[in-house]
Structures are given as structure tokens and as C-alpha cells.
């Protein structure tokens, strides 16, 4: 099932991704808006990145089907 192909709340794509220092434009419209608000909201308030990277990957996982793949490219 593709949702086993989304990497962990621990792997660093994920830290990358809501720090900013990784920029993507995913395909599926709802990432772009999920990981934008992730940014600015770790940006606002660093100490909040854990649960942003939880959050993600949570948003990710439920949409694995659509997600996956383009994630396997940046990791």
C-alpha cells in the first residue's frame, strides 16, 4: 500500500520541508496548501516544527495514493 512508501515523521525530508530549506510544488493542489501553512507556522514559531512535521505526515499518509511518489523524489 503507498502509504508505507511515505517516509517517517523522523526522516529529515521532513524537517527540510517545513524549515524551508526544501521548496517543492506538488502536483496535488492540498499538499502545496498543507506544507505552506507548515511553513509559516514554524517560521512564526520554530518550536512548533514538531507538530508540524507530525501533522505533514499525517496529511501525506492519508493521501499516499497521490503523494508518494513525488515524495520519493525529494527524499
Do not use: C, Y
Not at 521548496?23 to 518550536?47: E, Q, Y
Amino acid at each position: 500500500m503507498a502509504e508505507s512508501q511515505i517516509p517517517p515523521p523522523t526522516a529529515p525530508l521532513w524537517e527540510r520541508l517545513v524549515t524551508g530549506q526544501l521548496t517543492h510544488k506538488f502536483n496535488l493542489f492540498a499538499a502545496n496548501m498543507a506544507l505552506s501553512r507548515a511553513t509559516r507556522v514554524v517560521a512564526g514559531d520554530p518550536k512548533q516544527k514538531a507538530a508540524m512535521i507530525a501533522e505533514l505526515h499525517q496529511f501525506f499518509t492519508k493521501f499516499a495514493g497521490l503523494t508518494a511518489a513525488e515524495l520519493r523524489t525529494l527524499n
